[in-house]
């Protein structure tokens, strides 16, 4: 007989400023992610809104703002644009392949060129190495680091150009973070390309979702995720399409929760 479920205890992070919208708070929700029920809990937790961090699952909980939803991309029912069927044959040379969660010494120079160009003050900027190490390989669930490479020549691996973090679950696949070349002369739309690239995996596959993170309306950071259609957003019902959905409100999960700062650190996307 197995043990019973037990019913995981939820804390809050401090107040801290929005990375999103400027002049707001925000504030997260969060439980850890152990024992031999931490992958059906992660993808319930998933269904109402959480995103995973290592072994930590995480949502917002801001006292006066409900800027931030939940987004999935409806795989089996995707029709790529005009744009991103371009895009598509541009990157389609590119070489991928869904490795173990191990993290090389290239996908951390790829990261640190990422986050030095998009993302220079923002929470990850200063990850080390074993910061990364943690992020990529504390995972309780089903894991890959998803590679992006230019051809091979003579059986030489190609240079890595991208990456993607991503957890498989039953219903879909979920980006928990990806990060790719923005030098200059870098190839252009390769955020989108990785995005597009695990809408179709995830189709042909046999999985209906794709989980985006979170969508903020008046940010421009995270305008590019309702370029990807159909999408569901997460609301007072339930998932529903994008357009059609009163967002003021996600479902709940239960009462008040105790103030308890996380051990760490929790990704955005």
Not at 155 to 169: E, K, M, N, T, W
């Amino acid at each position: 007989m197995s043990a019973p479920f037990r019913f995981p205890k939820f804390f809050v992070t401090n107040p801290s400023p929005c990375p999103y919208l400027p002049g707001k708070v925000e504030r997260k929700v969060f439980t850890e992610l152990s024992g031999r029920h931490s992958s059906e809990l992660n993808e319930a937790l998933g269904r109402i809104g959480f995103r995973r961090s290592q072994s930590v699952a995480y949502r917002p909980s801001c006292i006066d703002c409900s800027a931030c939803v939940s987004v999935r991309v409806k795989a089996d029912q995707f029709t790529p644009s005009a744009t991103q069927r371009k895009l598509m044959r541009r990157h389609a040379d590119l070489e991928v392949s869904a490795c173990r969660p191990w993290t090389t010494e290239e996908q951390y120079a790829l990261l640190r060129g990422y986050l030095a160009q998009r993302h220079p003050g923002g929470g990850m900027a200063e990850m080390d190495e074993h910061d990364f190490a943690d992020m990529v390989e504390q995972t309780p669930v089903r894991t890959y680091v998803v590679e992006y490479r230019e051809p091979s020549v003579d059986g030489v691996p190609g240079r890595l150009v991208g990456a993607c973090l991503s957890d498989q679950q039953g219903d879909g696949l979920s980006m928990i973070y990806s990060f790719y070349d923005v030098d200059p002369g870098a190839r252009r739309g390769l955020g989108t390309y990785i995005i597009l690239d695990h809408i179709i995996r995830a189709a042909r596959s046999g999985l209906p979702f794709v989980y985006l993170g979170y969508w903020v309306e008046g940010s421009d950071r995270m305008a590019y995720k309702a370029t990807f259609k159909p999408m569901e957003r997460l609301g007072r019902e339930g998932w529903a399409p994008m357009d059609a959905v009163d967002i003021t409100q996600a479902p709940s999960i239960g009462d008040q929760l105790p103030s308890r700062s996380p051990r760490r650190i929790l990704v955005d996307a």
